[in-house]
């Protein structure tokens, strides 16, 4: 048989074939990565499925026509929602460490124009002031707290009664 009068005779079902398809590769393969064959995929199982009920004319150049301007339209429609989908609230520190609330003392004075060093388990660690604190300069011998970590940073704040 050949392949192109199988399409024409079965152009719902193969267009709700390949409808699922695009959508299964974008769902499953790309994890919404991208909002082009979403679309494209929601496009043409629609397409299909009014071809099916006979809204549409059941023609190859239909079904491309259809499956195409519906795209657009999908794109167009889910564009920003997408987009704000994929909007993060953004923290000022990183939060998820075991060394946030580690207190010690510190060997050299530490200000906002001049931040120290602290060497723990192995590691020489930046130590950085936060943001509520940048106009302190904290002498020798203050004990502080950790508050957030990077790599290779600690931001540090006072410990209650140890600041000028």
């Given amino acids: 048989m050949d392949v192109m009068a199988y399409i024409q005779e ?3 079902e193969v267009t709700v074939i390949m409808g699922l398809v695009f959508l299964i590769v974008e769902v499953w393969l790309l994890g919404l990565s991208t909002i082009v064959l979403l679309a494209l995929g ?3 199982v629609t397409t299909g499925v009014l071809v099916w009920f006979g809204v549409l004319p059941a023609t190859v150049s239909g079904v ?3 499956s195409g ?3 657009g339209v999908l794109t167009a429609a889910l564009w920003l929602p997408m987009k704000n989908s994929q909007k ?3 923290r000022e520190y990183n939060i998820h460490s075991d060394l946030i609330g580690l207190n010690f003392v510190l060997d050299a004075e530490l200000d906002a124009s001049h931040p120290g060093t ?3 388990s192995g590691v020489s660690w930046k130590l950085v002031l936060a943001s509520p604190h940048h106009n302190m300069t904290l002498p020798t011998g203050a004990s502080v707290k950790v508050v957030a970590v990077d ?3 600690f931001t540090v704040e ?3 009664g140890t600041a000028e």
Avoid: C, D, F, M
Wanted: hydrophobic share 50%.
């Fill in 118 to 120: 602290v060497r723990y």
């Fill in 64 to 66: 491309v026509a259809a």
């Fill in 158 to 160: 006072p410990v209650e």
């Fill in 69 to 71: 301007i519906g795209a």
């Fill in 151 to 153: 790599v290779g940073k």
């Fill in 10 to 12: 079965n152009l719902a």
């Fill in 88 to 90: 993060t609230i953004k």
């Fill in 42 to 44: 929601l496009s043409t």
